[in-house]
């Protein structure tokens, strides 16, 4: 396609325009003169039924050696987290539908935290420099960009005070980790204005934290870059 850097119908559909940078289409989209990211390799977020954030509340629960369910506001199942593989290569979680479909996999690896829709990277995960789960400190990027970040203590963890924050320090969504004799629940709580594409971060953000606690003795990262935020 050569055709200069500027706004064009979007091929995938679900848009009136994407922006084609000159070389590529890019994950700026409109519809109605209002400007958003939807990177173009990522499926449409879920639908009223699916997984999602609509109710304002998960719950994930992690006990055994799964599938983990994942429960709404009054307790119904709606989706699980089962582990796909292990290995010296790292560890990979996948999140579920209750129609069976595989909705996102969450891969970790020496090249760090990958979340995946399909075979298309939709985002990162980075963990900085943190141990003994005294301190969490996570960055989630979306389309490449940095999209949220959660700083918090372990008692933040516990007590449900874990803030994940987006660039600006505005509140997106709330943490509490659980632990009971069978293993550990996580809830995740949003919080007002959280846009639907963050529904990728929401159901990779839990997989992500369960991979680590599996793997490490601590929240702590090599060769990461603290300052990426």
Known sequence: M???????????????????????WTAAVADGGV????????????????????SGYLRYFRFGSG??????????????????SLGFGGRTAGVWD?????????KQSLKGTLLLAGDTEVGRVGWHGVGAMSTV?????????????????????????????????????SVQLEEE???????LTRLVGTPDDYEYLVQGLIPALILELDSRTAFETTGDDPNTW
């Open 181 to 187: 004799r069978r293993g550990r629940v996580f809830t």
């Open 67 to 84: 599938p983990w369910p994942i429960v709404d506001r009054a307790g119904t199942q709606v989706g699980q987290v089962a582990r796909q």
């Open 35 to 54: 400007q958003a990211e939807d990177p173009p390799g990522w499926p449409s977020p879920p639908g009223e039924a699916g997984l999602g954030l609509r």
């Open 137 to 173: 400190n996570i960055s989630m990027q979306l389309g490449g960009r940095p999209r949220a970040r959660m700083l918090a203590k372990a008692r933040n963890l516990r007590d449900g005070t874990a803030r994940v924050v987006d660039p600006a320090g505005t509140d997106l969504l």
């Open 2 to 24: 050569d055709v200069a850097p500027s706004w064009q119908s979007d091929p995938s559909g679900r848009h009136e325009l994407r922006y084609w940078d000159g070389s590529a």
């Open 98 to 106: 209750m129609q069976n479909a595989l909705w996102l996999l969450v």
